[in-house]
């Protein structure tokens, strides 16, 4: 699969740096892809909006008759989320404490403004899993000592390992108390997009998403990244694939 992607990879690298007129071709394109990414990465945690929805919450900023206030602050504030994480990618900030914070408070900003950007200093289960999360008298401690092992382990890692790593270890720790999955989400795109790859999409589709979390399930049953890296490949694949295809159709009109 590593194979495969560094194949595709060399590809899209090969296209770059884009031309202005590109960009600007492709501008309606990335913007769709934003939006179906805060779509299916809310849908994995619950949130009600179609993707339909949440595209005119986003874009129009109007509010769907009979869904949750709740439902469409996560959708504006995960919005925001993600254009500070294009930020961040322009500002190439380090993979740290700070950052995480800074995209948690995002995320959790306008929901749960008390715990919006800060650890959980209560105990959580997470739904559906068998997993314990530590105590969370713990939580500074690992997150500290977690950053301190990816800032030399990404160095010498393939990026699409080190990110599925820091995804896997960041839903281990479960370091607040509410956001985890999107902010472990960001996490990991924050990594590969800074490695050059496109805006990788988990999508929310019941088999999709018991495959996403059975992978995790399975990696932290066997204590090894195995399981989730393999989850992770695929997705980051189906990524460039999709992104490649778009970049042709946009050279077939030059």
């Known amino acids: 699969m590593i194979e495969k992607i560094h194949a595709l990879k060399k590809q899209l690298d090969a296209l770059r740096p884009l031309l202005p007129e590109k960009v600007q071709a492709l501008a309606s394109v990335f913007q769709a892809e934003e939006t ?16 339909a929805e949440t595209e005119l919450v986003l874009s129009k900023g109007i509010t769907v008759s009979g869904k949750p206030l709740k439902d469409h602050l996560e959708a504006t504030s995960h919005q925001k989320a993600l254009a500070r994480l294009k930020e961040l990618v322009g500002e190439r900030v380090p993979m740290d404490e700070r950052t995480l914070l800074d995209l948690h408070d995002l995320v959790l900003r306008g929901i749960n403004d008390t715990y919006a950007g800060r650890y959980r200093d209560v105990p959580v289960r997470i739904s559906g899993s068998r997993h314990i999360p530590p105590n969370p008298l713990k939580v500074p401690v690992l997150m500290e000592g977690l950053f301190a092992w ?8 393939h990026p699409v390992h080190a990110a599925a790593d820091l995804h896997l270890r960041l839903s281990q720790i479960h370091p607040f108390v509410d956001g985890n999955g999107r902010t472990c989400r960001l996490m990991m795109n924050l990594h590969l997009l800074k490695h050059g790859y496109p ?25 090894t990244p195995d399981a989730f890296r393999g989850f992770v490949e695929q997705r980051v694949l189906e990524a460039l694939e999709r ?3 778009v970049m042709e159709e946009v050279a077939e009109f030059e």
């Open 150 to 157: 990816f800032a030399g382990y990404a160095e010498s890692a």
């Open 199 to 223: 805006l990788t999409i988990i999508r929310s589709e019941n088999n999709r998403r018991v495959e996403y979390y059975n992978a995790l399930a399975e990696s932290d049953r066997t204590e």
């Open 36 to 51: 179906e990414y805060i779509f299916e990465s809310n849908a994995i945690e619950g949130n009600t909006l179609t993707l």
């Open 243 to 245: 992104y490649l295809a």
